[in-house]
């Protein structure tokens, strides 16, 4: 994870691309590693794809963008796979519609496993040739932070597969938790930030999407943010306090989500005799309360703000609080092996503990264009700009995602009901 | 319309409100007028709703909000209206379902406007008295305003029911169009803005909703505004160069919507062997080409304005316009008659044509609370902010928006799907 | 009520056609009198129709299939209405949208009278006129037995319009039911057919319907009728009893039905702190254990059934009991002003009470074609023909038919899950 | 197959049981054979089930019914399979959800496969002990019946599988065809049949599921069977017509179906420049004009006969038919290994051909019970009862049943909307 430090040099350069390639492929196939092939073949709902898409889109994207422009003698593994796996690029032509994806036995995941080692192949082999042509350095890198993308989707999709299962069966054993510390969690504070005109946006020599540009001047108020991440012990007091049943705590939209689906507890949750448990990775576990709370859509993390005299931060201000150098430390990327969320550490002087990992984090800011912005040319345009409508930005990162893919300048989002993935909260308030 | 000159003396007085309130009051009834009963009962669809539940519900928020804390001895004219005719306060109690107020055949529009004039009756003895209760006048104000609001929405979802109506009845004769100017109708150019630090928001003595609470600074980058609307002539250019059927100029989830509603032109437009004609509130009529373009959606706005190579504005870089004194004339609003858009007059050294009235102007921005919103105590507070999630801000009012009715601050919204108000668009650009 | 004496003399003659004409279409209008424009005008549910348009569409009947066939110089009142009011017959051309009958304001109320008046009189010339078309006599009674199905349905529809209306509103004062008699209700008994070779279908000069016909052999097992209806209080008991929690008691289809739709008593019945009451023509009203239990789905009285150790009856079973001369008596239809089904008189001697009137009876019957049918030929031909599929066939005839309506070989026909109409049921079993 | 000869000897001896069911379980598998545990996973729609999920359900019947009550020290493979693989069974307790069978990933493949060769082992030395018990003998012959039910359905299921896949990979390869006979396929012609008096349902000893009884007398108008099926060279004649155009040939609610799902030929067919050509489990391949026409709903069969001046036969017809011992010849089942329909020979004399086999004849009878149906005690007497409401009764096999499943009297059944069974039909008319 780079924020607050200086940027990985994540732009491929000529001596460290192979290397580069071959270990972001390789991590991908690491998270699949513990499946099945039919663990790996099925779509649990429209909005979640198998483990085996996974595999053959991120492959495809390589092979689409890169190699059928710059290989020599470009033949693609399968000509019907252009169809198969292009997720939404219009600009390539038809898609395999998304809810039947899942519906794809064939080709089979040896195929699909045959398929990854062939453009790996030649990806080699382009990579290892002398000069590279120009820009394929760009599309490279955009193609590696394409794949830690879907490798964090793969995760929380396979998570959801299994939870529907009535076995709750584990996908894989987790390390066990660091034991608490002393003084139990970490107590919720505030840390207050004066305002004014800010800049936020992506800056530098490093990675970034295009949806993270241009750096501009955003104006704020004062305003502070807590601490902390908002615990299961938290949240388990706003449900104490029929959080659920009074909708004065309410989007009115939102409201009628949770009536018209049942809501009653975040996604993954389940009580019964012996108490509240939850889902994870390595199957039910009792629910532990100084985690973070996940698996919230963003109209409970709303409530729950509302409930609890705040308010979701807007994107400037968690990006401007989470640029700064100093008392913003890190909490639990994907590299940890929990692919859970974990307690923070007590905090210190006023640090704001898990900005980074953990759990992606609610804003109140509407996924917009920033003042400037223009999609890539071709393509490869259609990857953030189109989708810029009726979803809510998210920040920091979670424990499912690649450990150096997240910035403080990363801009994640999803439409306001959605909750398979690690998504909590921190709360902000006016100072 | 005031803006841009002084905001109307339109804060309650001891002198003057008895008279305001009575003029609001019979302007809704006046619309209501060339209906038949039957055309007041019926719902079209569960977005909009019958003129009788306007008359109504308007009604029920005087006796609700006003008479019900002030009047001695309050007595309901009807204690079942209370949740037939509660739009959506939860602090109020229960509603009745919003898709079947169309089933409430009784009471009849007989009763209802006995329940008006019950109601009128008795907020004239209130305001008749001598010094009005502290309080009172802000309610009142807010009341009016509220039942000006729903004037607008009663033409609307008139015209929506008539419209469904395979005979495409009127609801009234419109006055005939004014000729066209000598040099036809304005060429489209586009003004200048610096941006830089910009205040928006409500300021200064008159009415305003909540919502446009509190003025704050937001920081613009230079940017231009076409100086009239986006007209017919202007959209069937967009229609006739495929842009219904390339994805590339829309939203992902405006395509989305394109394809699953099978949409091919604006709401209200038909065509057949004489070409294109729309319906309107005097009935059919030949599509006119310099007339601004109605009832699109956001999506279809915003893929107008991509197909255009310009975008939508920010509701900042709108009000930032709208707000200077000069050279920001007037369109039509509902005293016009007309009910309907006009061509816009020739512009005149670079002035904006028709900023106000005629079309609601969509903005790219998602309707959200001003930095440092709160809404007002007790069930007025769920007025505006319960709603500030997955809508976008539209600028300016329509031609039915009652005159004086709207502002430089006022901010309407609607979901990104909704076709049935007068929804249209101005163009904007990076400078 | 006809059945089991001879047929009534209803093939229009010569002499009588114009005085039966007007009888009919005045108990129309008398059946809509009580009701507002606004009660006539508004659908409540994509199965029922509005009053105007039951009113228009009978109409439209006789202007189409007679006027425009007989009357010299025929031109329609209005040719819109050629669509508007046309119900389901593709061989007169297109429809509107069954789901948007209640969305059609204009032509108001009091034009569809004028309708009405219209044709009236263009019927009468031509009826009144010396010797009437051949042909002209069957197509004319047809008019007149489709205008009262019409009428049925019309007090069926706007009882479930009312019932929509939270304020339970009375469609019109009922008559004071007759009191019980001393021995309270009739307790039920069984009596017993021997079977074998019968025929059912109608037989004789009288009218019929085309599904009634041809008459045909049936091989019936011996089998036994329950002596009266089963009544709401044999109802409440299946209920005590746990009958809507126990999936043994129904078909898996119906189980379906009552989980997803959160079925646990008839329509239109209601529990709060006074016990169960019932939505009438009348208004509200406490439930009365010995009426006949109505507005049943064909699920629930087969779910009856089986818990009660019966089943229902086939319709020829029915029929060739109801076709005895001696022992089945009338229970009560439309002209007796309750428009709601009463309790059976004690029976006697083994009599089937309540055979005709009260409430249709479902039977196990599937809607089919008897041996040999076959439609007419031309526009009629699609009166009953194509809605064989997917029903079921009820028999004898509701509170809400017109006296001399039905008949013992009278087919209704209902989909499964409908209940809104005043179905129940009579046991049935093997002997 | 068995009709119109003896009934095999299916009901379980001592001596042969263990040998009958270890054939019958085997075939099963040999059905699976050809599929990936990615193939077996899957489910394409909630009306169709994984392989998986069938080789598992069959094999809970035999632990469920027959050894949990005769296996001493009975302990089940795993408890979760109790619901996991309970198909409807009320009265075994809860069942996984239908339409989320094919998310059970867990257990894989190999488990299930573990999962029948212990029930087998266990069965085994059951059937191999000395006297069965009293019972044993008919549930036995229940189970193997039922499984092979599930063996047809497997393969029709993973049929509709493999045809969403837009690859349209093959299950396995087909034997080639037989060569058409010197004169072509057989010429339709009409065979009579006096009607009167005949009795339908299960006679003598062999094993019939409980809907085939009691036989029963049935009385029967004079009619006329094709004596072959309809072919796809018929359909198509169909098709050039318009038949799928005009509603006129079409029940009213089959109209509706065509309409709102955009049907226009039969499921599986696919047009392209090259002409029709259809999915099969040996893939894709030219449309056969001779072969009997499959995968037609009932709307269409019914449609497709009205067009042609016939109607489908009652089932009674079909089976009375069906049930004489002459001239009643045989068509292809699921050992001649097509698991496709074939063209007819040359008829001679007036024999019905194809009566069994190739595809299952749909009747116009509406799935009922027969007089005196009464259903076995205990969960089993769930088998079939409770299914008879809103579907239509096939006869006489297909080209994926088992050879010797079917007989004369067995009664297949589906919804009116069904169309990925081995579905056609044989003309009928009046005579």
Chains 1, 2, 3, 4 share one sequence.
């Not at 219009?90 to 062939?118: F, K, S």
């Not at 859970?340 to 900005?355: E, S």
């Not at 003042?371 to 259609?382: D, L």
Request: net charge neutral; aromatic share 12%; hydrophobic share 40%.
């Amino acid at each position: 994870m780079n924020a607050p430090g200086p940027p990985p040099a994540s732009l491929v350069g000529d001596v460290d691309a192979a290397h580069r390639y071959a270990a972001v492929r390789v991590a991908t196939e690491a998270l699949a590693q513990p499946l099945s092939a039919e663990d790996c073949c099925v779509q649990s709902m429209p909005d979640a794809s198998p483990a085996k898409w996974h595999l053959a889109h991120t492959t495809w994207f390589f092979e689409t963008f890169i190699l059928e422009a710059h290989e020599q003698g470009f033949r693609p593994f399968d000509p019907a796979y252009r169809v198969l796996f292009n997720s939404y690029y219009q600009g390539v032509g038809r898609q395999h519609p998304r809810p039947q994806r899942g519906l794809l036995t064939r080709p089979p995941l040896a195929t699909v496993l045959a398929y990854r080692a062939d453009v790996d192949a030649r990806m080699r082999r382009l990579l290892e040739r002398g000069a590279p042509p120009a820009g394929l350095g760009a599309l490279l890198e955009l193609g590696l932070q394409h794949e830690q993308q879907h490798q964090e989707l793969l995760v929380t999709d396979i998570k959801h597969l299994l939870w529907c299962n009535p076995l709750w069966p584990a996908y894989r054993d987790a390390p066990a938790p660091p034991p608490p510390g002393r003084a139990g969690a970490a107590q919720a504070g505030w840390r207050r930030f004066d305002g004014g005109l800010v800049e936020i946006g992506h800056a530098g020599e490093g990675f970034a999407f295009d949806n993270e540009l241009p750096r501009h001047a955003v104006y704020l108020r004062p305003y502070e943010l807590a601490t902390r991440l908002v615990t299961n012990a938290d949240y388990l007091a706003f449900m104490a306090d029929g959080g659920y049943r009074d909708p004065a705590h309410w989007l009115a939209e939102g409201w009628d989500w949770c009536c018209a689906q049942q809501i009653a507890h975040p996604l993954y949750w389940r009580r019964d005799e012996s108490g509240w448990s939850e889902f994870t990775l390595a199957g039910g576990r009792p629910l532990a309360p100084l985690q973070p709370v996940a698996h919230l859509s963003y109209y409970e993390a709303d409530a729950y703000a509302r409930w609890a005299g705040a308010r979701l931060p807007t994107e400037a201000e968690w990006e401007a609080a989470a640029a700064r150098a100093a008392g913003v430390d890190q909490g639990h990327f994907a590299d940890s092996g929990a692919l859970h969320p974990r307690p923070a550490q007590p905090a210190q002087g006023g640090a704001l503990r898990q900005m980074f990992g953990d759990v992606w984090e609610w804003t109140r800011s509407s996924y917009a264009p920033y003042p400037g912005f223009s999609p890539a040319p071709g393509a490869v345009g259609e990857y953030n700009g189109k989708f810029m409508v009726n979803q809510y930005v998210l920040r920091g990162g979670s424990c499912a995602t690649p450990a150096g893919h997240a910035r403080a300048s990363y801009r994640n989002f999803f439409p306001t009901g959605a909750r398979w993935q690690f998504t909590g909260l921190r709360l902000a308030r006016d100072s």
